[in-house]
């Protein structure tokens, strides 16, 4: 069975500082990986997606995948209060469906 | 002008019921899904619509039947509601399945119907 794992936290950072969300995934052939943040009551929304090995930049937000390890992981620098939403990560397989983790919360007090 | 709209909003109904969710998309994808999320906040697929051409049924029951009339909608209808079924339901759609080019396999999500079954 397909599936991806994350701490479902809460996470708590102070404002300003970096919060690292992380995630494994089981199913060798994924070969996309999505990072979505979903306020209270709200859908996901789309924040980074990565699809090599490596990091990729994007403002304040860093996605790195390690497909070796099986692992992706988003920093968030700087954090604000706005940050604080649930984190999901998600494994895609060309032709399947997003296999999402269960989420992280991240609580960034000021 | 909303990407991906779904209506309706809320849904609060009785057990035994039949309802129906509507889906729209105005991003020109090829491919639609149905997502369920629980009181646990786990996002999990339902169906995904490919061309109007069912591609993936999850072990979803049959009391839930999806239909595309054409590329831009999905709709989800659920026969003989139970409680169980109470959730958010989200809708997404995606250029295409296969992912053949960078950030068209990219999932956009609906506001989402929360469905409430008394």
């Known amino acids: 069975q397909k599936e991806v794992e994350q701490n479902s936290g809460p996470l708590s950072v102070p404002e300003g500082a970096i919060a690292s969300l992380n995630c494994t995934y089981s199913?060798?052939?994924?070969?996309?990986f999505f990072w979505y943040r979903q306020y209270s009551g709200k859908s996901p929304e789309l924040i980074m997606s990565i699809y090599s090995n490596g990091d990729k930049e994007d403002g304040r937000f860093t996605a790195q995948l390690n497909k070796a390890s099986q692992y992706v992981s988003l920093l968030i620098r700087d954090s604000q209060p706005s940050d604080s939403a649930t984190y999901l990560c998600?494994?895609?397989?060309?032709?399947?469906?997003?296999?999402f983790g269960k989420g992280t919360t991240l609580s960034v007090s000021s | 002008d909303t990407a991906v709209s779904q209506t309706p909003k809320y849904l609060v109904t009785q057990m035994g019921n039949d309802k129906s969710i509507k889906c729209e998309q105005n991003l020109g994808h090829d491919t639609m899904y149905w997502y369920k999320q629980d009181s646990k906040k786990f996002l999990k697929i339902m169906f995904s619509?490919?061309?109007?051409?069912l591609i993936i049924n999850e072990t979803v029951p049959n009391r839930f039947s999806p239909k595309s009339p054409d590329k831009a909608h999905l709709n989800l209808h659920i026969n003989s509601l139970e409680l169980g079924d109470s959730a958010v339901y989200f809708c997404a759609s995606s250029q295409d399945l296969q992912g053949w080019g960078v950030g068209t396999d990219t999932q956009y999500f609906g506001p989402g119907t929360r469905l409430t079954v008394l």
């Open positions: 619509y490919n061309n109007k051409e």
């Open positions: 199913d060798r052939g994924s070969q996309s």
């Open positions: 998600a494994a895609y397989q060309a032709g399947t469906a997003l296999i």
